[in-house]
């Protein structure tokens, strides 16, 4: 990756405002969670159950890397909830 490259990825990683970070431009976890979700829209059978297993882990990487690593209060507690919702998603997909 060229240097502009890295610097425009981490100040987009910083988030806004940049003293309490709320918003941010997504993380590698979450860019794959929104590729797959398009993929899941447009397809069907074996392609949608992957697209929506690849998802669900990527979704569940983000919420996890946030729960741990969130750079405030607000973005730790948003990863937890995100980690009940996606147990609650895949009991209601696997029919629990």
């Not at 981490?10 to 405002?17: A, S, T, V």
């Not at 697209?51 to 919420?63: G, I, N, T």
């Amino acid at each position: 990756m060229s240097d502009r490259l890295k610097e425009m990825w981490r100040r987009g990683q910083r988030g806004w405002p940049a003293d309490n970070p709320v918003a941010q431009f997504p993380n590698a976890p979450l860019l794959v969670a929104i590729a797959a979700w398009i993929v899941r829209q447009f397809t069907d059978g074996t392609a949608n159950d992957w697209a929506s297993a690849v998802s669900y882990v990527a979704l569940a990487c983000f919420a996890f890397w946030e729960l741990i690593d969130g750079v405030n209060r607000f973005r730790r507690i948003g990863g937890a909830v995100l980690l009940v919702l996606i147990a609650y998603w895949l009991a209601q997909a696997l029919g629990a």
